[in-house]
């Protein structure tokens, strides 16, 4: 029998390929979700944005490709990752030109939210107008923000030592931007790929920048975010990538900053990915430009999250996604003719200095068949329970570990399938294992199947799981921590089952909804 692995409840490409998610705005009344996009394969090419509009989250109007990489500036790479602002009822949008070795920022703008128009003098920003030490190779992925009357944004780079940066800008001065051709062979995504062979001594190490404009139109350079600061690992400081998709908001009296490093390495069970996803609290000197880390954290320890933006909506809430897979890995669904999933929407909340994160509200609207377990005891063993099965449910629990080993929950099981989700008492973690969960997954890590999170020995653990045709989001202790990853079963693996091993474990207040999403007439 044929079988789709589309998503029921999660924003998808319909066709094609999508990565990162852009210009998330409310704007005329709808919740609007730009995303990084190739129309013609399921798989990166020169990009275009894709553009998905909603009113709650879960339904997602498809709209008309909102930029297509027409002009000579954009040739070759495209009209890469960007964000959105509303100035005086227009929507404005700043996005990234980009050929393999030159990357500048561009503006487009629309009257109805759906039809945009480039401005003439396009490039807008470049970094030759900065500062030297911004690297013009890579410069990219802006977050447009207001404050005080004046616009702001912060963006990815590689910041070039002295004497690197004047040989970088006269070599740069001297190249045309129709010198370039499309003879220079198969094209790459700047995010993807090995840069081991990179000396960030000659190209530059990877920050943030931050700029300002009184209009949008003119901008100056307000300087670098990241300095050393003793009490963090030095590898936040020398990274051999670029801290791509920045994004900076205030919460709950927090400033936050957002970003995706490239190849930062793993410091223990946090950043287990090539790529990985974190955010910082603490201050931003806007005369100066320099961000003071107060704390760190990753957003999200599972396999398949990056390049994560927020939409701030008029009722005060902050709504985060980000892109629901992983560069460098493989995609079972281009064999379908598309490639390209979008995390939950999910509402940000900081406390006692910790990122909070959990599914939108409106996701309960489509909750249906709920049951209820109130207790159930084991030892040493895995059950079934009556009613909790399925490939598109949100699963809660809270998890008492007692004496056991290991305990959990295995979901989207079948006959030669199943994913794991369990606390593991020797490792004070939760790990996230999908060795056996169907498609074999592929990557550059040394270990593309099992994640962990560090969650210390609680005497209980809440736990909720979505599940939806091919992935897990699982969100603990009220969602402190999130772990992500696609799945790929077969459609009869729709089973779920508990579990503990070398003890006893109590499993409390087990729910099970089914979430319907009925298709549009």
């Not at 936040?236 to 930062?264: A, H, I, K, M, T």
């Not at 806007?286 to 599972?302: A, K, L």
């Not at 060795?435 to 550059?444: A, D, F, K």
């Amino acid at each position: 029998m044929s079988h789709s692995y589309r998503p029921a409840y999660h924003a998808a490409v319909p066709s094609g390929w999508a990565n990162d998610p852009n210009g998330t705005i409310f704007f005329r009344d709808k919740a609007h979700l730009f995303y990084q996009h190739y129309p013609y394969k399921p798989e990166w090419g020169t990009m275009h944005w894709g553009h998905f509009a909603t009113e709650d989250f879960v339904r997602w109007e498809n709209l008309p490709v909102a930029l297509r990489p027409e002009e000579d500036y954009e040739a070759l790479c495209g009209c890469c990752s960007g964000s959105a602002i509303e100035k005086d009822g227009r929507l404005y949008l700043l996005y990234t030109c980009a050929q393999p070795d030159l990357q500048r920022q561009c503006l487009a703008v629309s009257d109805d939210g759906v039809r945009f128009e480039k401005d003439p003098g396009n490039p807008i920003v470049t970094a030759d107008m900065l500062h030297e030490e911004v690297s013009t190779m890579d410069f990219r992925d802006p977050r447009l923000f207001q404050k005080d009357g004046l616009y702001y944004a912060v963006a990815g780079v590689r910041i070039l030592d002295p004497e690197h940066a004047k040989a970088q800008k006269a070599s740069g001065s001297a190249r045309r931007d129709d010198d370039r051709s499309p003879s220079l062979g198969p094209i790459h995504s700047p995010s993807a790929g090995d840069v081991s062979g990179v000396d960030p001594d000659k190209m530059g190490y990877g920050n943030l920048i931050l700029m300002r404009s009184p209009d949008l139109y003119h901008w100056e350079y307000v300087g670098k975010l990241l300095y050393p600061q003793p009490e963090y690992s030095q590898e936040y400081y020398r990274l051999n990538g670029v801290y791509e998709c920045p994004d900076y908001f205030v919460l709950d009296g927090e400033e936050v900053l957002l970003s995706s490093p490239q190849n930062l390495p793993p410091m223990g069970h946090r950043y287990q990915n090539i790529h990985s996803a974190l955010y910082m609290l603490g201050k931003l000197d806007f005369q100066t430009g320099r961000y003071t880390v107060n704390s760190i954290g990753e957003i999200d320890c599972g396999f398949d999250f990056y390049a994560s933006q927020t939409l701030p909506m008029p009722d005060g809430r902050i709504i985060l996604l980000a892109w629901k897979e992983m560069w460098d890995r493989n995609f079972p669904t281009q064999k379908e003719g598309w490639a390209g999933t979008y995390t939950l929407p999910r509402e940000l909340r900081i406390v006692d200095g910790q990122l909070i994160q959990t599914p939108v509200r409106e996701l309960a609207r489509y909750r249906q068949n709920h049951i209820a377990h109130t207790s159930v005891s084991i030892d040493s063993a895995s059950f079934s329970l009556t009613g909790i099965s399925g490939d598109k449910i949100e699963l809660s629990l809270t998890l008492e570990p007692g004496t056991a080993a290991r305990a959990g929950v295995k979901v989207f099981c079948g006959k030669d399938h199943e994913t794991a989700i369990y606390y593991d008492r020797e490792l004070g973690a939760v790990v996230f294992d999908r060795s056996r969960s169907g498609v074999p997954m592929r990557g550059r890590e040394a270990d593309v199947n099992r994640r962990f999170c560090d969650v210390g020995h609680p005497e209980r653990l809440e736990l909720r799981l979505f599940l939806d045709v091919c992935s897990v989001e699982a969100f603990l202790d009220g969602g402190k921590h999130v772990m992500t990853g696609n799945v790929y079963p077969d459609p009869e693996d729709i089973g779920v089952a508990f579990f503990c091993e070398g003890g006893a474990a109590r499993f409390r207040n087990v729910e099970k909804y089914d979430i319907v999403v009925e298709e549009s007439a």
